[in-house]
Nanobody
Framework: QVQLVESGGGLVQAGGSLRLSCEAS????????MAWFRQAPGKEREFVGA???????VYADSVKSRFRISRDNFKSTLYLQMNNLRAEDTAVYYC??????????????????WGQGTQVTVSS
């Protein structure tokens, strides 16, 4: 079992920044892929970005130049640094992971373990 707890969400003005954290506990491993997804009201949960065992990162086109994912393996914590936030970034943000090899890191159904989510609201 893996437990994930997100934090760091809040209300920010457009153009501002936030850093989300996701603390993992239980059967975690630095070799597991960890990802961020988000879900806006009335929309499907969508991929934001992910980090694989090597430290390489992949991002959705909509956030590629503005968001950055990192992880602290000693603290078992995943981060999402969000800069130049836009109103369309408003959503509940979730971290996800899975102990098995994730073949399609952008596919939410590849991940069995999810956090409870943290709300990010960007005012325009």
């Amino acid at each position: 079992q893996v437990q994930l707890v997100e934090s760091g969400g809040g209300l920010v003005q457009a153009g501002g920044s936030l850093r989300l954290s996701c603390e993992a506990s239980g059967r975690t491993s630095s070799r597991n892929t960890m990802a961020w997804f988000r879900q806006a009201p009335g929309k499907e949960r969508e991929f934001v970005g992910a980090i694989i065992w090597s430290g390489a990162t992949v991002y959705a086109d909509s956030v590629k130049s503005r968001f950055r994912i990192s992880r602290d393996n000693f603290k078992s914590t995943l981060y999402l640094q969000m800069n130049n936030l836009r109103a369309e970034d408003t959503a509940v943000y979730y971290c996800a992971t899975d102990p098995k090899r994730v073949r399609d890191i952008m596919n939410r159904y590849e991940y069995d373990y999810w956090g409870q989510g943290t709300q990010v609201t960007v005012s325009s």
